[in-house]
C-alpha cells in the first residue's frame, strides 16, 4: 500500500500493448547490441558501439543507450555514454528520461544533472525526478540535489514519500510548503502511510504540522472482477494498528484519533491490531485503555474477541479477559496403520493435479494470477515435473506464457514505479518465472528494477498498514525472496548496487527476530540465497527442526494447530538447505502430510486474515478458506515431490 498507483488489475497494460510490449527477449538490432553490453557491463564492446552505431541509437520505443545504462548499466557506462554526447534529455515514447530510470543510485543522477538533465521532466505517466527520487527510502540527498537544481515541489512528492518512509525527504518537501493534508487518488495522506509504516518521526512531525489524525481514505480505492477492493474508509489510526506498535499509537491517539472509527468491513483499530500472527500485547492494552469497544462487530459478525480466538496468543487473550484455548490436534485422514505403505509421489500427482485446475478456474473467475494461487502453483508443477511425477503440460505453458505476457506489459510502469498494490506480487511472480528457468530479458530488469527500487533504507521490504497472514504478514519472506531475484536477476551492470542492496538485506534478516515458522522459514532462506552468514542459517535449522510437534506436523505459532501450510513451507526450505528427504524429521513431515491429506489431494487450512478481496469461488474446496488451502497445498506438494523416489515413509 506504498505507492498512490493503484493500477486496477494493472489496467494500464491495455494502453502499453496498444504499442507494443517487451518481450522476454531483446530488442531489435541494433539497439539490441547496445542493451546486452551494458548489461554485462562490456565496457569494451560498448565503446566499439558507440563509434560504429552511435549514441543516438534507439529501440521501437524510443528507448537509447543512455536509458538502458541508467537502468541496467554500470556508473561507468552512463559516464561513458554522456561523455560521448548522448543526449541526455531524450524521452522515449513513454516520456521517461534517463534521469528518471537512474534516480535510484545517486552516482548516476550525479552524472546526469551535471551534465544539464532537465529536473522537471514530466513522463506520460505524470512522474518528474523529483516524484520518483521521493519514492525511495534513503533518498533525501538526491531530492535535496533536485530541489536545488530548480525542481518543482508538488504534493504527491511528499504522498509518496510519506509512503516510501523517508523522513529526510519529507522534511525538505514539508519545509518548502507542501500541503501535509494532501491525499493521493485513494484518498491516503503523508500521516496515514507513515503510521503504516510504523515510522514514529515521520507521524510526531507531521502531526506537529497541521496534519489531520482523523482524515479518512476514500470509500473505494479499486476495483476488481468482483467488486471492490475493501480497503476503504481506513484513518491512520487503522493503518497502524496491525504493526506500527504502541509509541506510533499513543502519538495518534494523544492527537485525538478517533479510536473505534469503522473503516468499509466495519473494522476498528482494535480488531486490526489483533488479526496478526505478530500482534502487539502492548498496542491492544493501549487501545482498550483508550475506549475502544471490543464488542463491536464487523461486517461478517466477527467481534475483537472473535479475531482474538484465531490467533490463541495467550498475551493477547489475557488482554481481552479470554482464556487460552487448547490447541487441537488435527484431522487425521489416513489411519497410521496404513501409512507405511503409502507413496508420497501419487499424493503429490493428485495435489497439483488439483491446483492447476483450480489456478485457471481462479483466473478465470477473479481476473487475477494470485500468489496463493497461479505463482505457487506453478513452483508446485515445476518441482513435480522435475521428479516425473505426471502434470498438464498444456496448463503448464500456459500459465507461463500469461506470466511472461502480463509482466512484459508493465515494463514502462515499473520503471516509473507504477507499483502493484504490493511488492509480494511482483515477489511471488518473480519466483514463478524463476521456477520455470526463464532468462533474464528486459521484462525481468524492469522487475527487479521495481524491487530493489521499494527497498527500506533499513534493508528489509515492508508493506504497511494490513496484515494477511501467515503469507503477508511480517517482512521476512519478502525480503528473502527479494534476495533471491535480485540474485537470480539482477543485471550484471548494476552488480555493485545489488550486492550493496543484498547486504543490507542480509544484515536485517541475521539481526531481526523471527516469530512464526514462516518468519524463521524465511530467515534461513534469505541468508543462505545471500551466500552470506553460513553459520546462522546452519544453526537455523536446529531452531526449525526443533519446532516440528510431536505429530510430525509444524504450525506458524506455538498456540495453533498443526497445518499443512506451515509443515509443507517448512519441508521445502529444510530441503532447499540440504536435507534429504530420508532424513527422519522430513520423513516425520512427510507422514504428517499424507496423514492430513483430503482424497482430492487438497489440504485444509483455516482462513485467520482480515479479508478485503470481493469474494468468489473456484473449483478449489473449502469456500472462504480456500485460498490459503491452496497454498497450503502448494508448499505440501513440493515437500512430497521431494520425498517421490525416496524410502517410503515409515510406521512410527
Not at 525538505?172 to 509504516?197: C, H, I, Q, S, Y
Not at 511488492?423 to 530493489?452: C, K, R, W
Amino acid at each position: 500500500m506504498r505507492n498512490e498507483l493503484r493500477l486496477s488489475a494493472f489496467a494500464l497494460v491495455a494502453g502499453l500493448l496498444s504499442v507494443g510490449v517487451y518481450a522476454f527477449g531483446n530488442a531489435p538490432e541494433p539497439a539490441d547490441q547496445f542493451y546486452d553490453c551494458i548489461r554485462r557491463n562490456d565496457i569494451g564492446t560498448l565503446q566499439g558501439l558507440i563509434k560504429t552505431a552511435g549514441v543516438k541509437t534507439k529501440d521501437k520505443h524510443g528507448t537509447t543507450p543512455l536509458h538502458q545504462a541508467a537502468a541496467n548499466g554500470s556508473v561507468e557506462s552512463v559516464r561513458l555514454l554522456v561523455a560521448a554526447g548522448a543526449e541526455i534529455d531524450a524521452a522515449n515514447d513513454f516520456g521517461a528520461t534517463p534521469l528518471m530510470w537512474a534516480i535510484t543510485e545517486p552516482e548516476k543522477v550525479r552524472i546526469l544533472v551535471g551534465a544539464g538533465a532537465n529536473v522537471n521532466a514530466r513522463s506520460k505517466m505524470g512522474r518528474t525526478p523529483l516524484y520518483l527520487a521521493a519514492a525511495n527510502d534513503g533518498s533525501s540527498a538526491t531530492v535535496k540535489l533536485l530541489l536545488d537544481r530548480g525542481a518543482k515541489p508538488e504534493d504527491q512528492a511528499l504522498v509518496i514519500a510519506a509512503a516510501a518512509g523517508d523522513f529526510g525527504s519529507m522534511r525538505l518537501l514539508v519545509e518548502k510548503g507542501l500541503n501535509v493534508n494532501a491525499a493521493d487518488p485513494a484518498g491516503r495522506t503523508p500521516l496515514m502511510f507513515a503510521a503504516a509504516n510504523g515510522n514514529l518521526r515521520a507521524v510526531e512531525y507531521l502531526l506537529t504540522h497541521g496534519a489531520d489524525v482523523n482524515a479518512v481514505s476514500a470509500e473505494k480505492s479499486e476495483t476488481v472482477k468482483n467488486g471492490p477492493i475493501a480497503l476503504g474508509n481506513l484513518t491512520a489510526l487503522m493503518l497502524a494498528a496491525p504493526a506500527a506498535g504502541p509509541e506510533v499509537l499513543k502519538a495518534l491517539l494523544d492527537a485525538g484519533a478517533k479510536v473505534n472509527a469503522l473503516d468499509v468491513r466495519k473494522m476498528n483499530a482494535l480488531m486490526l491490531a489483533i488479526a496478526s500472527d505478530h500482534a502487539d500485547a502492548r498496542s491492544v492494552r493501549l487501545l482498550l485503555d483508550r475506549g475502544a469497544d471490543p464488542a463491536l462487530k464487523d461486517r461478517d459478525g466477527q467481534s475483537a474477541l472473535d479475531w482474538a480466538r484465531k490467533f490463541n496468543a495467550p498475551a493477547i487473550l489475557r488482554e481481552l479477559g479470554l482464556p487460552h484455548q487448547k490447541v487441537e490436534p488435527p484431522r487425521i485422514i489416513i489411519p497410521t496403520a496404513i501409512l507405511g505403505k503409502l507413496d508420497p509421489k501419487p499424493a503429490a500427482a493428485r495435489s497439483v493435479d488439483l491446483l492447476q485446475r483450480a489456478s485457471g478456474s481462479f483466473f478465470k473467475e477473479g481476473g487475477c494470477g494470485a500468489c496463493h494461487s497461479a505463482n505457487l502453483t506453478s513452483m508446485a508443477v515445476t518441482t513435480a515435473a522435475a521428479r516425473n511425477i505426471p502434470v498438464q503440460e498444456e496448463a503448464r505453458a500456459g500459465e507461463l506464457k500469461g506470466a511472461q505476457f502480463f509482466l512484459a506489459g508493465l515494463v514502462q510502469p515499473l520503471l516509473q514505479r507504477g507499483d502493484p498494490p504490493v511488492v509480494d506480487i511482483l515477489i511471488y511472480g518473480g519466483f514463478q518465472l524463476a521456477s520455470e528457468h526463464v532468462q533474464p530479458g528486459e521484462a525481468t530488469d524492469a522487475m527487479v528494477h521495481n524491487i530493489a527500487a521499494q527497498q527500506n533504507a533499513g534493508g528489509n521490504w515492508h508493506v504497511g498498514g494490513f496484515a494477511r497472514p501467515p503469507m503477508e504478514d511480517g517482512d521476512f519472506s519478502r525480503t528473502a525472496m527479494a534476495i533471491r531475484l535480485l540474485r537470480l536477476y539482477g543485471a550484471p551492470g548494476r552488480k555493485a548496487d545489488f550486492d550493496k542492496r543484498v547486504a543490507r538485506a542480509a544484515a536485517w534478516l541475521a539481526a531481526a527476530q523471527p516469530k512464526t515458522t514462516e518468519d524463521l522459514d524465511m530467515q534461513l532462506l534469505g541468508l543462505k540465497w545471500a551466500g552470506v552468514n553460513r553459520r546462522a542459517w546452519e544453526q537455523g535449522v536446529q531452531r526449525l527442526t526443533a519446532r516440528q510437534r510431536e505429530d510430525g506436523g509444524w504450525a506458524q505459532t506455538a498456540d495453533l494447530g498443526s497445518d499443512a501450510y506451515a509443515t509443507g513451507q517448512a519441508l521445502y526450505v529444510l530441503h532447499e538447505l540440504g536435507m534429504p528427504a530420508t532424513d527422519a524429521v522430513y520423513r516425520r513431515g512427510v507422514q504428517f502430510l499424507l496423514q492430513t491429506q483430503q482424497s482430492d489431494g487438497s489440504w485444509l487450512v483455516k482462513s485467520r486474515a482480515p479479508k478485503f478481496q470481493p469474494y468468489f469461488d473456484t473449483i478449489f474446496p473449502y469456500g472462504h478458506d480456500q485460498w490459503i488451502s491452496a497454498s497450503a497445498t502448494a508448499w505440501g506438494s513440493m515437500a512430497l515431490s521431494y520425498a517421490s523416489g525416496a524410502q517410503q515413509v515409515a510406521r512410527r
